[in-house]
């Protein structure tokens, strides 16, 4: 059986509805259905000046995706959307289809989620605390979100994600980097098909602490986890110095990268991959992928917006949904 993917439009003013309407017109080895408004992605569409033809057919029904055909899940805009230009009357329209995505995969109704950007600011003009999909679809979910960015040669996990740099280190604590790598090392052999993942671990610290002399999170924190997962069974390696773990000799031997915060490791992988890379959320009960980059509201509506970062998503969750669905694994 073909997976079954279900995408989201994002934020209305911005390239998600080019993206949709662009990723509808390639080859796709999937049932792939859009969860949005059709008239936003009929406008879009004639506004790119692409032929599309938008179906609307029951959401439980299964079919190959067909190039320059898209199915849709309608879900009506609060606002006539103008492309680069926000409106918060939208904000809910963006939530209740992100929200209807994950009830859906939960149900078992879709295999994967795939979600198009989102403007986290307008959001919380609107009213509603929303500090980004990561965290609102664990909210949904209940699960434990670990943020992960991949792209050809490289995958980066995060121990913290969208913190203040100031909040970082008090945010490292042995319970957090005990169950960011449970949950990295369980979704490498889960969902990337690898039996024995090898992590390499970021210090925090320059020169990962300098054996204390720039720092004691490494001694206090980092090594005694990394030494008591080991003795579990994972392949860890570090902590190392951020700033030469990156480095091929390094990666080659490397299934994951875990970075202690934001700015540490995705600079690196988005430098590697960026347009062709993918955001992983991992330690969810549902598949959720989306694209590396944010709305791009200069490029709506321009014809301008590349729909790689999409495409490699949605390969993505194909790739480990059928991974979960025949247990697929081979040996690191």
């Keep these: 059986m073909i997976a079954r993917i279900l995408l989201t439009t994002g934020e209305p003013a911005g390239i998600g509805p080019d993206l949709c309407v662009q990723i509808a017109q390639r080859e796709l080895a999937c049932d792939l259905t859009v969860i949005g408004d059709p008239l936003l992605l009929a406008n879009r569409a004639e506004q790119l000046g692409l032929s599309l033809k938008i179906r609307t057919p029951g959401v439980d029904e299964i079919e190959a995706h067909r190039p320059g055909s898209i199915k849709v899940w309608p879900t009506a805009n609060a606002a006539d959307p103008t492309c680069g230009r926000l409106n918060v009357a939208n904000a809910p329209y963006v939530l209740e289809t992100i929200s209807s995505g994950v009830e859906a995969c939960m149900a078992g109704r879709f295999d994967a989620l795939v979600t198009a950007p989102v403007h986290k600011g307008i959001i919380n003009q609107a009213g ?7 965290e609102f679809i664990a909210a949904l979910t209940g699960g434990h979100p670990v943020m992960m960015l991949a792209a050809p040669g490289l995958r980066v996990a995060l121990a913290t994600t969208h913190l203040p740099l100031a909040e970082v280190s008090r945010s490292i604590t042995r319970e957090r980097l005990s169950t960011v790598l449970t949950i990295l090392n369980r979704d490498m052999i889960a969902r990337f098909g690898i039996i024995t993942p090898r ?8 020169h990962a602490g300098e054996g204390g002399h720039l720092g004691r999170e490494e001694i206090e924190i980092i090594e005694p986890v990394l030494e008591s997962l080991r003795q579990k069974g994972m392949d860890l390696v570090g ?7 990156f480095l091929p000799k390094y990666l080659q031997h490397a299934d994951a990268v875990l970075a202690m915060y934001h700015d540490q490791g995705l600079p690196v992988l988005k430098y590697v991959g960026f347009g062709r890379a993918v955001n992983l959320t991992l330690g969810l009960p549902v598949i959720r992928t989306s694209v590396d980059h944010g709305t791009a509201l200069d490029l709506a509506g321009t014809g301008k917006a ?5 495409e490699a998503a949605i390969e993505e969750a194909i790739g480990m949904a059928d991974r979960m ?7 690191s």
């Design 239 to 245: 902590p190392l110095p951020a700033d030469t773990l």
């Design 199 to 206: 992590i390499l671990v970021c210090g925090l610290n320059p």
């Design 128 to 134: 509603i605390v929303f500090t980004g999909h990561t």
């Design 306 to 310: 590349d729909a790689g970062s999409l």
């Design 325 to 331: 669905r025949h247990g697929i694994t081979e040996i």
